[in-house]
């Protein structure tokens, strides 16, 4: 256990009992406890395996690489249709947690194995997303728009293509486009 981590676990005011079974779920598996993003992360070898995390309706194992697991037992979630790599395994109570123990244990020595290998999801490129049509005429219309945009990193250039195609009217993405022209020009990514 990591002290800088029990903080996670005593300020969390739902699902403290459940994430701290999934606590110990977790490091009897032997991996290294860190606090990343905020929640409680566990590695092996400074690579990430599984995540700690609570939302309003559910407590989560999050597999950074749950694509690449079997999943013999179908328990595995994909949070939405965007995330490539990452599932979740989600809980409501303890009783479900106790009685899934063995089977986490075992889908986290999969992770494990899976690391080791040194597997990789194969992530969508860059090229495989839609280009929303108002980004492309602007970027057609100002070569240093397209420069500028071309010049972002891979995962910039996604950000950026999916939050301007999320909207389904052609005015919100044009608003959204507009809004981010100069963060674009200025070599920013949608966050920075």
Known sequence: MNPKVDFYFSKAQKWQQEMEQ????VLDCGLTEELKWGCPCYTLQKSNIVLIHA???YCALLFFKGALLKDSKGIL???TENVQAGRQVRFTNSQEIVKMSG???AYIREAIEVEKAGLKVPLKKTSEYTI???FKNKTDNSPALKNAFEALTPGRQRAYLFYFGQPK???TREARIEKYLQHILNGKGLDD
């Open 103 to 105: 089977i986490l244990k």
């Open 169 to 171: 009217q052609s005015k």
């Open 132 to 134: 929303p049509e108002e």
């Open 55 to 57: 939302f309003k309706e």
């Open 77 to 79: 979630i994909q949070q």
């Open 22 to 25: 999934l606590r110990n779920i």
